[in-house]
């Protein structure tokens, strides 16, 4: 017996079909429920726009977070900067976050800097002489040669 020869299938009108020709049962169109159908295609068109849309909402969460982040690091920045000088004031700076910025330049000469967060900031020309750096995450910082030397050193 030969396999019969597959072909897409092709939609045929009984009226112009011979009655003595039999066709091969997968192309044959299978009749379904249209009601069952409808509410199929409504339920798979509802769950996938619905988790389009909570994706999306996650997604917007995310890049709204991160910005909230990166503009409240900028205002803590301001904040450390309206507050540099060469006279000795109070520089309260204790658990500021600073990660990724810019303090090169900046007098904080006995700033109290406890529990700041200084991740991957630039400090080369800062002025941290006595400032108070206990339990600040300084990983992947960027500071002053003799900070270095002296926090080996234990002078710091």
């Not at 330049?105 to 750096?133: C, F, I, R, W, Y």
Request: no cysteine; proline share 4%.
């Amino acid at each position: 017996m030969k396999t019969p020869i597959r072909r897409p299938f092709v939609r045929v009108r009984s009226t112009t079909m011979p009655e003595n020709v039999e066709l091969h049962p997968e192309l044959v169109p299978h009749r379904q429920n249209s009601r069952g159908s409808f509410h199929h295609d409504l339920l798979v068109g509802l769950f996938s726009g619905f988790t389009v849309a909570i994706l999306s909402v996650l997604v917007q969460v995310h890049f709204d977070d991160v910005r909230s982040d990166r503009e409240a690091r900028q205002e803590n920045l301001r904040y450390v900067r309206d507050r540099s000088s060469d006279q000795i004031v109070d520089r309260p700076f204790q658990g500021i976050d600073l990660r990724g910025e810019n303090l090169n330049g900046l007098k904080l000469e006995k700033a109290d800097l406890g529990a700041a967060d200084l991740a991957k900031v630039s400090a080369n020309q800062a002025n941290l002489k006595s400032a108070g750096l206990s339990a600040a995450k300084l990983r992947n910082s960027l500071l002053a040669p003799w900070f270095h030397r002296a926090a080996v050193e234990g002078r710091v």
